[in-house]
């Protein structure tokens, strides 16, 4: 039986300084910098990763550059690249419990929500593997004419740069990976380096799979290196990132220059609208409410589809609030590897902080706190030195605070309240991003106008969060431009080309001379 090369016996002990993969090789940065990778939940380091630089980001796109050229990888019959997809599949299957495992400790999630990502990732190598071969003949196109044979087909678009965040690092890379390998690309990528070993990990299981040297090339390394040469680089034809607005828009400054595809997912400020008549029933409160927990605390609120914008009928707001702040407190936090742990901490100090700052400016401008609003007492399972936040509810919010424009990023959910059904989504499309949104209804009628309305590009009735690999991902408005996911994520990694066969040529006689 094939044993992990992560094996739970030895999770402590990580220590990938070579995860720099270049041309079918791993290696050290070239100036021979590392960085610690920290434990959120105690704030210790217990991993190392090479501290790439420019220099090995123009080694790895020349790597994936003679790869796409030269290599076999484009040529390969779309059945073949189906099938790597899809033992990559089997292999993170064979790996699920230590790359939980990692995810967590490099993430500061729970194992179980670890063990979620990994299925969520083999599903979408699957996914695109089954989606790839049912393309591969192209699309004919009817010419209007016998004697002409008309095809669109498509291409990959070449060498592909990938970038990815800290909060999901290994579902994030899969989302760009394997599309990008079923259109027949090559890549480079760039984790977030505060979250970088899982997509180390993926690269090597994807080596195990057979994937031809050059084809995948990982770079570990700050953005403001690694991420802008990338961004920039002139031999790179797409780049797709994940990660903040302010980022992203200078990612697609730099790709612009040489115009590049750009796919970009930028987070979103995510409306979760309650009606009253959702908890006319006692079983429709209790779900309406747990539904909401789950929406905006789920791995501390670091989500960008996080429904961090309760938006409640007026009627109902008292008693929802009231319950919702009473099983919020209740929360267990603690080391996400911890059994009976519900919420991990903060991914750093720095996020830790940026939340309190969001908290304190939310009070100064006139919101109440129902509940958290601190850092947490140190136990057993919640080390001193741990990012951690509590789970925290902010009544009396309104459109004027900084909390309610801006993503916090954090386990911070705000409380506005509506009137009127035009009230709520109006309420529910005032914000710059358009990523997510639900509507909690037992109306069916008033279910389907309302999520007609909102200006998200997922919305949810009666339910918040899942996601289907054959559903586009993406957003309106600044939350992002194209999408992952479905058959547009494919789309995005390929060039249609269209090919007109005149089977009965013959002189046209537009010139007579």
């Known amino acids: 039986m094939r044993r992990s090369r992560y094996g739970t016996e030895g999770i402590h002990d990580v220590s990938v300084q070579h995860s720099i993969h270049v041309g079918g090789e791993w290696r050290h940065a070239l100036s021979g910098a590392t960085r610690d990778i920290i434990d959120p939940s105690d704030a210790k380091p217990f991993a190392q990763v090479a501290e790439g630089g420019a220099e090995d980001v123009d080694e790895a796109v020349a790597a994936a550059r003679a790869a796409f050229e030269d290599g076999p990888w484009r040529r390969t019959s779309v059945a073949e690249r189906a099938a790597l997809l899809r033992r990559t599949a089997d292999l993170l299957v064979c790996d699920r419990e230590s790359l939980g495992l990692l995810e967590s400790r490099d993430a500061g999630k729970t194992v179980e929500e670890g063990r979620v990502d990994v299925d969520c990732v083999a599903d979408a190598f699957r996914y695109f593997a089954d989606l790839v071969r049912g393309e591969a003949a192209g699309r004919v196109v009817d010419a209007g004419s016998d004697t002409v044979h008309s095809v669109v087909v498509y291409e990959p678009v070449g060498v592909c740069s990938l970038i990815t965040p800290w909060n999901y690092p ?60 990338l ?57 309406a409410v747990d539904q ?28 929802f609030v009231a319950e919702l702040a009473r099983r919020a407190g209740k929360i267990r936090l603690g080391r996400g590897t911890e059994s009976g742990v519900e919420c991990g901490p903060l991914v750093s100090e720095q996020q ?13 401008e006139g919101a109440v706190v129902r509940c958290g609003g601190k ?41 506005e309240t509506f ?6 989504v109006a309420l529910g499309n005032d914000t710059e991003y ?18 007609g309305r909102l200006r998200h590009g997922t919305v949810w009735i009666n339910d918040f969060h899942p996601y289907l690999p054959q559903a586009e991902w993406g957003g309106f408005g600044k939350s992002g431009v194209g999408r992952e996911l479905g058959p547009s994520g494919l789309a995005e990694y390929r060039e249609p080309k269209h090919v007109y066969e005149n089977l009965s040529a013959a002189p046209v006689r537009w010139f007579r001379g």
């Open 434 to 451: 358009g990523l997510a949104g639900a509507v909690w209804t037992s109306d069916s009628g008033r279910a389907r106008r309302v999520a």
């Open 231 to 287: 961004a920039e680089h002139p031999d790179v034809d797409l780049v797709s990132f994940t990660g903040g607005l302010v980022s992203g828009t200078k990612v697609a400054r730099a790709a612009a220059a040489g115009v590049k595809k750009v796919a970009l997912e930028l987070g979103g400020k995510n409306p979760n609208v309650v009606f009253a008549d959702a908890c006319a029933t006692s079983e429709g409160f209790d779900t």
């Open 170 to 229: 290994l579902l994030q890379a899969s989302w760009k990976i394997a599309p990008a390998l079923a259109a027949g690309n090559t890549f480079v990528i760039k984790p977030s380096e505060i979250t970088p070993l899982t997509t180390v990990a993926l690269i090597r299981l994807l080596g195990e799979a057979g994937l031809p040297a050059g084809v995948a090339n990982v770079v570990t390394g700050p953005g403001e290196t690694v991420g802008a040469r």
């Open 292 to 319: 909401a927990l789950n929406a905006a605390f789920i791995h501390s609120g670091q989500v960008c589809s996080a429904g961090s914008r309760l938006i409640i009928e007026e009627s109902v707001r008292e008693r």
């Open 352 to 364: 830790r902080a940026r939340t309190e700052e969001y908290v304190a400016s939310a009070i100064g």
């Open 419 to 424: 009137l009127t059904e035009e009230e709520a």
């Open 375 to 415: 850092r947490p007492e140190p136990s057993d399972v919640r080390p001193a030195t741990g990012y951690f936040y509590e789970p925290t509810v902010l009544d009396q919010c309104h459109r004027g605070m900084r909390v309610v424009r801006e993503e916090v990023f954090g386990p911070v959910l705000t409380v």
